[in-house]
């Protein structure tokens, strides 16, 4: 092969691989990425976000390359790397890459040993029942090492923050509800009962909602919903029933990360006065789905048609 066949022998390689590339990008790019997501396990998500920062990563590596620019001293590098780093954690969690030399952390080890005694010689067996929604409380988290994955400072349960959303997650496919507490005041939400269908809320500073009146109670906690779920905020029976006091705005979405704030309402003739510590309300999680919008001209007949606002209600 001659010289001059080398760079067009090139060209039509480059080209046939950058159209398998858009094959294969096309199914992925063509609805929200949430969607996606919400269809796959945490690691199948972690790959996903890797390959694809990596792909558009190396293709401004390579437009830079070819527009005469030095890419070793733009930040696509340091992201290049970052990406790569990623990819060799991935392919050791999937069995695929050596192994990470591993040390004893004494400190936990003696931790873990106390624990199993204590609950060893526990006679309480409601802990070790399997749950299907978990509190997991986490903290801020940081790394010294650049491209290391970080984990939260303090967990309960085995927990991994996505690099690339931010979210914490369990290594598992159970859902689970993570708490983080903003202050020395809050309270992890609680359950009454084992089969609760909610979570008990508490108050985190002291607040007179007025009678006829309304007021935000401020609970200091920041949560994640599980993706597929979103968490409602709903009103406490005797609360209710004892003080006519009731919630409304309860709607927290799956990627709301701030503080969650319960609005209620007092239907009273009398102020009334919530401490620090009080439980306020109950969040229950509830699944949900997010067909695609789609307009049309007409919509199929049905027996009930039109009839609304009481319809069915007349003879």
Do not use: W
């Not at 159209?19 to 996903?48: D, F, G, W």
């Not at 790397?81 to 999937?94: D, E, G, N, P, S």
Request: charged letters at 25%; hydrophobic letters at 35%; one cysteine or more.
């Amino acid at each position: 092969m001659s010289t001059e066949e080398v760079p067009k022998k090139a060209v039509r390689a480059l080209r046939s691989r950058l159209q398998t590339v858009k094959n294969h990008l096309e199914p992925i790019l063509s609805r929200p990425l949430s969607e996606i997501n919400a269809k796959l396990s945490m690691t199948e998500r972690y790959e996903l976000q890797v390959l694809l920062s990596y792909s558009l990563n190396t293709l401004y590596y390579i437009y830079l390359r070819s527009s005469g620019s030095d890419p070793q001293k733009h930040d696509v590098m340091k992201e290049l790397q970052r990406v790569q780093t990623y990819i060799k954690k991935l392919k050791v969690h999937q069995g695929k890459g050596p192994k990470p030399n591993m040390r004893l952390n004494k400190e936990a080890a003696g931790r873990f040993i106390k624990a199993a005694i204590t609950e060893q010689g526990s006679n309480d067996g409601e802990n070790k029942k399997k749950r299907t929604n978990e509190v997991i409380t986490v903290e801020d988290s940081s790394s010294d090492e650049e491209g290391e994955i970080k984990k939260p400072a303090k967990k309960k349960g085995r927990v991994a923050m996505d690099p690339f959303t931010g979210n914490y997650n369990k290594m598992s496919n159970s859902p689970q509800l993570l708490i983080k507490r903003l202050s020395e005041h809050a309270k992890l939400p609680t359950r009454g009962s084992a089969h609760a269908a909610g979570y008990d809320i508490y108050c985190a500073h002291d607040i007179i909602i007025p009678a006829k009146g309304k007021a935000i109670v401020a609970t200091d906690i920041s949560l994640a919903i599980p993706i597929g779920h979103y968490g409602r905020v709903a009103p406490r029976s005797g609360l209710a029933s004892k003080h006519h006091l009731d919630t409304g705005a309860g709607v927290i979405d799956a990627d709301y990360r701030g503080p969650l704030g319960v609005l209620m309402f007092n239907f009273s003739e009398q102020d009334y006065e919530v401490k620090r510590g009080d439980r306020v309300a109950q969040l229950i999680l509830e699944k949900i789905s997010t067909p695609e919008v789609v307009e049309v001209d007409s919509l199929e007949e049905s027996v009930r048609g039109v009839g609304g606002f009481g319809s069915t209600g007349y003879q």
